[in-house]
């Protein structure tokens, strides 16, 4: 049998299921890798071994008594260990956004979409490192250090959810739990090798994520292929009254086993996002998946995206914008760290000043200078409106294809300190991923081959609201004709001999 923590969700759930194996046995095998990578990785701020434990006992209760009683009901994710991206609420627990103006912070509530998979009887091992306030493209930002990629860890495992992807391709945990606002869940999958979905906007609960930007903000989940990233999207979905921009849209009758037919699918290649720049590697890995579903009998036809270029100057007016007052809360008064001060003002200054780390700042004045007076029509007004026009080039691209195939990131996983001097090459990173945040509409990135360093490239397709569904059974056709996703890093090396 394979080792344990190789397992993907649905063979660990079925040997649950069947009582071959025990959600501690799994729980502990997870803990175990942990304890001996995470010297060289660093995908966790927190750890919470004690509640994994605590829920594995929980887990393996159920799954106990529902083998004896048929009619107890037996959810698919019931035992299996996951990973929690740091700005995702869970009660009781320290949630710190990778910010250390959150270091104290306790969570007083437990996220929707976490409260979900807890129903359905997850075990959580940790919350993950994350660029702070999951701004950035690479953990860098993190107030907690940065986090390694697995594949090598002079580079970065991509951001802001790089904890989830570093431990998912450790094989901490089959799932990790991200976040989304320009590329937070794509970039650092198609970095580490893995499969990952950003929602459309709406489609999972926004209630306990730590807001960044509340237009642009999803929750998703990152995984080792299409079919757990299935499981984990069908935990998480569906309408909550806690959130008002959550969706009633119904999910439908979702179901990755049922063959899928790739003959006649539509498949729009986006000129504006095949162009100079781009590693020539990535280029080539991305024609020959398109070409392999060409072969299955897709139809592939150019589209045009004519707004692309200015989806990366509207993301960074509207995304720093929303952060500007998304994150005046944090003043000291009721979260987290507070500076002792004699007065209210200079105690603000402090905390803030002290809290919050420098791309942070950054994007605070960036956001205030674009929201103030005066100014609010020719920055943030005219991005709005800009804005629209790059979802109307979507609604007319999805009017003669199903689905859009494109890179993910203009390169695979960089050195660590590349852009850190250059904010601008950072954004750079996310030209590809956030015109579907802007556009509200859904991202499935996956690997699809590897650069000449071994490190993997990924591929995005992106598809209409609601098209999740579409997009997760495209990738699982293409991972049954491919190996990719199946690849897995020299993890022996980095075996710490403490
Ligand atoms: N890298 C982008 C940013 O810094 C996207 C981050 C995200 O999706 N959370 O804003």
Same mark, same amino acid.
């Given at each position: &049998?394979?080792?344990?923590?190789d397992?993907?969700?649905?063979?660990?759930?079925?040997?649950?299921q069947?009582?071959?194996?025990?959600?501690?046995?799994?729980?502990?095998?997870?803990?175990?890798?942990?304890?001996?990578?995470?010297?060289s990785?660093?995908?966790?701020?927190?750890?919470?071994?004690?509640?994994?434990?605590?829920?594995?006992?929980?887990?393996?209760?159920?799954l106990?008594?529902a083998?004896?009683?048929?009619?107890?009901?037996?959810?698919?994710?019931?035992g @299996?260990? @996951?990973?929690?991206?740091?700005?995702?609420?869970?009660?009781?627990?320290r949630?710190?956004?990778?910010?250390?103006?959150?270091?104290?912070?306790?969570?007083?509530y437990?996220?929707?979409?976490?409260?979900?998979?807890?129903?359905a009887?997850?075990?959580?091992?940790?919350?993950?490192?994350?660029?702070?306030?999951?701004? =950035?493209?690479?953990?860098?930002?993190? *107030?907690? *250090?940065?986090?390694?990629?697995?594949?090598?860890?002079?580079?970065?495992?991509? *951001?802001?959810?790089?904890?989830?992807?570093?431990?998912?391709?450790?094989?901490y945990?089959?799932?990790?739990? =991200?976040?989304?606002?320009g590329?937070?869940?794509?970039?650092?999958a198609?970095?580490?090798?893995l499969?990952?979905?950003?929602?459309?906007?709406?489609?999972?609960?926004?209630?306990?994520?730590?807001?960044?930007?509340?237009?642009?903000?999803?929750?998703?989940?990152?995984?080792?292929?299409?079919?757990?990233?299935?499981?984990a999207?069908?935990? &998480?979905?569906?309408?909550?009254?806690?959130?008002?921009?959550?969706?009633?849209?119904?999910?439908?009758?979702?179901?990755?086993?049922?063959?899928?037919?790739?003959k006649?699918?539509?498949?729009g290649i986006?000129?504006?996002?095949?162009?100079?720049?781009?590693?020539?590697?990535?280029?080539?890995?991305?024609?020959?998946?398109?070409?392999?579903?060409?072969?299955?009998?897709?139809?592939?036809?150019?589209?045009?995206?004519?707004?692309?270029?200015?989806?990366?100057?509207v993301?960074?007016?509207?995304?720093?914008?929303?952060?500007?007052?998304?994150?005046?809360?944090?003043?000291?008064?009721?979260?987290?760290?507070?500076?002792?001060?004699?007065? &209210?003002?200079?105690?603000?200054?402090?905390?803030?000043?002290?809290?919050?780390g420098?791309?942070?700042?950054?994007? @605070?004045?960036?956001?205030?200078?674009?929201?103030?007076?005066?100014?609010?029509?020719?920055?943030?007004?005219?991005?709005?409106?800009?804005?629209?026009?790059?979802?109307?080039?979507?609604?007319?691209?999805?009017?003669?294809?199903d689905?859009?195939?494109?890179?993910?990131?203009?390169?695979?996983?960089?050195?660590?300190?590349?852009?850190?001097?250059?904010?601008?090459?950072?954004?750079?990173?996310?030209?590809?991923?956030?015109?579907?945040?802007?556009?509200?509409?859904?991202?499935?990135?996956?690997?699809?081959?590897?650069?000449?360093?071994?490190?993997?490239? =990924?591929?995005?397709?992106?598809?209409?609201?609601?098209?999740?569904?579409?997009?997760?059974?495209?990738?699982?056709?293409?991972?049954?004709?491919?190996?990719?996703?199946?690849?897995?890093p020299?993890?022996?090396?980095?075996?710490?001999?403490?």
């Amino acid at each position: &049998m394979k080792e344990l923590t190789d397992l993907t969700t649905r063979e660990a759930s079925s040997l649950l299921q069947r009582g071959v194996i025990s959600s501690m046995e799994l729980t502990k095998a997870s803990l175990e890798i942990i304890e001996r990578l995470e010297p060289s990785i660093h995908a966790f701020i927190t750890l919470t071994t004690e509640l994994a434990l605590k829920q594995a006992r929980a887990a393996d209760l159920r799954l106990k008594q529902a083998r004896q009683d048929k009619s107890i009901p037996l959810p698919p994710l019931l035992g @299996i260990p @996951i990973v929690v991206k740091d700005v995702l609420c869970l009660k009781g627990i320290r949630c710190t956004a990778g910010s250390r103006i959150l270091d104290n912070f306790t969570a007083p509530y437990t996220a929707s979409a976490v409260q979900q998979l807890l129903d359905a009887g997850v075990v959580i091992l940790g919350k993950t490192n994350t660029d702070e306030f999951a701004m =950035g493209s690479s953990t860098e930002n993190s *107030g907690f *250090g940065a986090t390694k990629n697995p594949w090598d860890i002079n580079r970065v495992p991509g *951001g802001s959810s790089g904890g989830s992807a570093a431990a998912v391709c450790a094989r901490y945990a089959s799932l990790g739990l =991200g976040s989304d606002t320009g590329g937070s869940i794509r970039q650092p999958a198609s970095f580490c090798g893995l499969t990952g979905l950003k929602v459309t906007y709406g489609r999972i609960s926004r209630y306990g994520l730590i807001a960044y930007g509340s237009s642009l903000d999803t929750v998703g989940a990152l995984a080792r292929n299409a079919d757990d990233l299935f499981l984990a999207f069908k935990g &998480m979905a569906g309408y909550d009254p806690m959130d008002a921009t959550s969706s009633a849209e119904p999910l439908g009758d979702l179901n990755l086993n049922e063959q899928i037919d790739i003959k006649g699918l539509r498949i729009g290649i986006p000129k504006e996002y095949f162009i100079a720049g781009v590693q020539a590697e990535v280029n080539q890995a991305v024609r020959a998946a398109i070409t392999l579903l060409e072969s299955q009998g897709a139809v592939v036809n150019e589209v045009s995206l004519p707004h692309t270029a200015e989806a990366l100057p509207v993301y960074y007016l509207i995304a720093p914008a929303e952060a500007s007052a998304n994150l005046a809360r944090f003043d000291g008064v009721r979260f987290g760290l507070r500076a002792t001060q004699t007065s &209210m003002i200079e105690m603000y200054k402090q905390t803030r000043g002290h809290g919050f780390g420098s791309e942070v700042k950054r994007r @605070i004045m960036l956001g205030t200078y674009a929201l103030s007076a005066g100014y609010y029509d020719a920055y943030y007004g005219q991005a709005q409106k800009v804005r629209t026009l790059i979802k109307r080039d979507f609604d007319a691209a999805f009017q003669a294809v199903d689905v859009i195939a494109a890179p993910v990131a203009p390169s695979t996983a960089f050195l660590f300190g590349e852009h850190t001097n250059d904010p601008l090459a950072m954004y750079l990173e996310d030209v590809f991923t956030l015109p579907a945040n802007l556009a509200g509409i859904p991202g499935l990135a996956f690997p699809t081959g590897f650069d000449q360093n071994n490190l993997p490239i =990924g591929m995005q397709l992106m598809g209409a609201p609601y098209s999740e569904g579409l997009l997760l059974k495209t990738c699982h056709a293409y991972q049954q004709m491919t190996e990719h996703h199946l690849k897995k890093p020299a993890l022996s090396t980095l075996l710490s001999t403490r």
